[in-house]
């Protein structure tokens, strides 16, 4: 049955949101070395899908990428991978601010997307095998004046697991 007003639709999404919300999700997620990410430059459609190490930065265009932490659901568990993701803009006149900062999900990029005029980055996946432990990943060697600006308000440092992960 499909509500005809507004109202009934806003219920009917509320109590989906309410059943999504306390349903138990039990999938354990293992890490893992390796993000696989997609890009799109809006004004070439141009598209582009490249890997980095967790722990690097990555330069697409004018924006950097660095990945915090990648992590995926066992393989008999729902499919999904997730990444927490810190992505900067560096303008000509080289200052930096925060386009994004937060956990993305490859089984949904609209949940947690980048909103950039020009571009758009999205997980695709976690490569290699389960890291066990804690792995030492050099970050790539960018200027200086390439990282934001520290007066800005800076996301946390290290990551948390994923709601409901």
């Known amino acids: 049955m499909i509500p005809r007003s507004k109202h009934g639709l806003i219920?009917?999404?509320?109590?989906f949101s309410l059943f999504v919300a306390v349903t138990p999700v039990r999938a354990e997620m293992e890490d893992y070395p390796v993000v696989k990410l997609q890009s799109l430059g809006k004004v070439t459609a141009r598209t582009m899908?490249?890997?980095a190490r967790v722990g690097s930065t990555v330069k697409y265009g004018p924006l950097y990428?660095?990945?915090?932490a990648c992590r995926k659901a066992?393989?008999?568990?729902q499919p999904e991978s997730a990444a927490f993701i810190q992505i900067w803009e560096v303008t000509p006149d080289k200052k930096a601010k925060w386009v994004f900062s937060g956990w993305m999900f490859a089984s949904s990029p609209a949940l947690s997307s980048m909103d950039h005029p020009i571009y758009d980055v999205w997980v695709v996946d976690c490569l290699g095998d389960p890291v066990i432990?804690?792995?030492d990943v050099d970050d790539a060697s960018?200027?200086?004046d390439?990282?934001?600006d520290r007066q800005e308000e800076e996301p946390a440092q290290?990551?948390?697991t994923p709601d409901g992960m």
Request: aromatic content about 4%; charged content about 20%; proline content about 11%.
């Open 74 to 77: 066992s393989p008999i568990d």
């Open 133 to 135: 432990g804690k792995e």
């Open 158 to 160: 290290t990551p948390g």
């Open 146 to 148: 390439a990282l934001p």
């Open 11 to 15: 219920i009917l999404l509320m109590a």
């Open 65 to 68: 990428i660095k990945t915090q």
């Open 49 to 51: 899908t490249f890997e």
């Open 142 to 144: 960018i200027a200086s």
